[in-house]
């Protein structure tokens, strides 16, 4: 049992709560969602100090770079949403084709019922606030469940949230492992599920149980490629900060470089500089520097480190483990064979892969998962398309990383084994909701009759006439 003490019988009971909430309509009026969003971003402004501190206690974060990547971001969404809800929920009528004429059709979008979103550590305020906002747009009852990893903003979430969000259709249920097992055991409208690849395993088999459909965004190793010709001082200042910002723990974080040996050999250079600019001379006693969110992800980056030859280490390589802390690190020569290329890093070590060419890089990014984001920097049109033609990932960014997740007009998610399923803007309105067909006929005139068995002239002319055969 983790220290949250949550039984069967708590998880239950609450899930039929919100599912009574659900059946009573009382979430489906747009007057509902709109106030319940304008609550949500009322507990952002009147608490955002208190949540910026609370990722700081967790993440060793900066107060302005959480502003920026989450309370902000999360209002940002509120606000888009609140001003599109009225249109996105308008239903449409398609005209009917002449064989079902005369007949009306029409689309509405309805909410799935009771949904669960799962957050990870990384962003726990963005990440479990921002899939809120869409499941809330659509109508949903919705039950929260944050992660223990981060446990200041998991504790001060599960005080917030009752606070100003309507009880009876929104709760919060904080744990572990062990919790969201016990969570997973009922039966959900939709799962939302953000974090691991492992994990994710789990909440898929635990949802097949009961056909609950899910959203999982995942993360992978999103590559970045570089290419002849570039200006590689902006290259290396905007790659560093894609990378090094939450100290790399961001799921679309570049994850490694690869590139031909004129660059790498000038890549050293560049990265010092634009780190030196990023977090002055010592990124420890930097407060824009975050940490590693615990003593266990530390060693875990250590140990990709522990293989490799100082000499390879371009610039960073410092681990404190007990201050959790590891310098904005970039390692070159990185062996496709080496612990840094098995997995997703998700921290603050940079490996650059060498390549004879384009080709060779484009055999190493096909020969691994398809990954949440893929980046380019590169002039060549050739290269750019054979990337959009031959390779498939969430997303593409060319000359720029990390940042098309800011677009609400961009869905985001993964492709294969980084995700299915996206959201943000509209597309987390649509993630959670049920776009309905409804068909009306009118019994007269009775054209349906003309299809009837048993088929005689008229069933064979309307196949010929609206069939084709
Ligand atoms: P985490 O450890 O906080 O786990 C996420 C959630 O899963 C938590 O709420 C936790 O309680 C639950 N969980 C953990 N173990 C479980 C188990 N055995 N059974 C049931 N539930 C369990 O976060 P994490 O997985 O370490 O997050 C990092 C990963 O998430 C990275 O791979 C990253 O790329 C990915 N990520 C993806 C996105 C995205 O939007 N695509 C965003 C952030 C992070």
Same mark, same amino acid.
């Given at each position: 049992m983790d220290q949250f003490q949550l039984d069967k019988g708590i998880v239950s009971q609450t899930v039929s709560q919100l599912r009574a909430t659900f059946n009573s309509g009382k979430t489906k009026p747009i007057e509902w969602r709109k106030e319940q969003l304008k609550q949500l971003k009322k507990l952002i402004e009147e608490n955002s100090s208190t949540l910026e501190q609370a990722i700081k206690e967790d993440l060793g974060k900066s107060e302005i770079e959480s502003r920026m990547t989450e309370t902000s971001f999360v209002k940002g969404e509120i606000a888009h949403t609140l001003k599109k809800l009225k249109n996105w929920m308008k239903s449409t009528k398609p005209v009917m084709p002449l064989m079902l004429q005369p007949a009306a059709g029409k689309l509405v979008y309805e909410p799935l019922g009771v949904v669960l979103i799962i957050a990870p550590w990384n962003y726990p305020v963005m990440l479990l606030l921002s899939p809120l906002v869409g499941a809330l747009a659509a109508g949903n009852s919705v039950l929260l469940k944050p992660s223990e990893v981060s446990p200041t903003v998991s504790k001060v979430l599960a005080e917030l949230i009752p606070q100003y969000l309507d009880h009876d259709a929104v709760k919060i249920l904080e744990g572990g492992a062990e919790a969201t097992g016990l969570i997973l055991e009922e039966r959900f409208d939709h799962i939302f599920y953000t974090g691991n690849e492992h994990v994710a395993r789990i909440v898929s088999a635990a949802a097949a149980k009961h056909l609950t459909p899910v959203t999982l965004e995942l993360g992978g190793k999103s590559p970045v490629w570089i290419g002849e010709g570039v200006n590689l001082k902006h290259t290396a200042e905007r790659i560093a900060w894609g990378k090094f910002i939450n100290a790399g723990q961001t799921c679309v974080a570049p994850d490694y470089i690869v590139t031909t040996p004129d660059i790498a050999d000038q890549l050293g250079k560049y990265f010092s500089k634009s780190i030196k600019k990023l977090y002055g001379k010592n990124p420890e006693n930097n407060v824009d520097y975050c940490r590693i969110i615990n003593e266990k992800h530390t060693n875990r980056l250590k140990g990709m480190l522990d293989e490799i030859n100082p000499e390879q280490i371009l610039t960073g390589g410092e681990i404190k483990v007990s201050e959790k802390y590891i310098a904005p690190t970039v390692v070159d020569h990185v062996s496709l064979d080496s612990e840094l290329m098995?997995?997703?890093?998700?921290?603050p070590i940079l490996p650059i892969v060498r390549v004879n060419n384009f080709e060779e890089a484009l055999d190493i990014i096909l020969s691994?998962?398809? %990954?949440l984001s893929l980046y380019a920097f590169t002039k060549n049109k050739e290269e750019k398309n054979r990337l959009l033609r031959d390779t498939s990932s969430g997303a593409i960014g060319f000359n720029i990383p990390?940042?098309?997740?800011?677009?609400?007009k961009l869905p985001f998610g993964g492709v294969g084994v980084s995700g299915h399923g996206n959201y943000h803007g509209k597309y987390s309105f649509i993630t959670f909701s049920h776009l309905k067909p409804i068909l009306s006929k009118p019994l007269? %005139?009775?054209?349906m009759r003309f299809i009837y068995a048993p088929y005689g002239y008229m069933a064979k002319l309307v196949t010929k006439l609206f069939i084709g055969r």
């Open positions: 098995k997995s997703e890093i998700f921290g691994k998962e398809k %990954p990390v940042s098309h997740l800011s677009s609400p007269w %005139p009775d054209t």
